[in-house]
Nanobody
């Protein structure tokens, strides 16, 4: 069973930055495509960004494109989400997800494509 843990959330002022991290244990980290999802109060969970198992492929939701950057360091078993120019509408619980894939460049955009999920980390952006 792969254990997934997010960290780095907190309270940030609008226009500010934050970096989320996601670590995974008990698995071959580089064999998993990974993604970030978020869920705001009263809303459904939505896709934010995805990265292929090699890091060579990435994809972003339109709402975050140009402001958020996904990356990974397979040597450290860690994925990151650099969040810049944050807006109040970015306030949500952010979840990290992993899904096994055999292709170095495939990204997964849908929640059902992922097998392992973290517990989430809260990001609150104040106006």
């Amino acid at each position: 069973q792969v254990q997934v843990v997010e960290s780095g959330g907190g309270l940030v002022q609008a226009g500010g930055s934050a970096r989320l991290s996601c670590t995974a244990s008990r698995g071959t980290f580089s064999s998993y495509a990974m993604g970030w999802f978020r869920q705001a109060p009263g809303k459904e969970r939505e896709f934010v960004a995805a990265i292929s198992r090699s890091g060579g492929g990435t994809y972003y939701a339109d709402s975050v494109k140009g402001r958020l950057t996904i990356s990974r360091d397979n040597a450290k078993n860690t994925m990151y989400l650099q969040m810049n120019s944050l807006k109040p509408e970015d306030t949500a619980v952010y979840y990290c997800a992993l899904g096994r894939d055999f292709n170095d460049y495939v990204v997964k955009l849908r929640a059902y494509e992922y097998t392992y999920w973290g517990q989430g980390t809260q990001v609150t952006v104040s106006s």
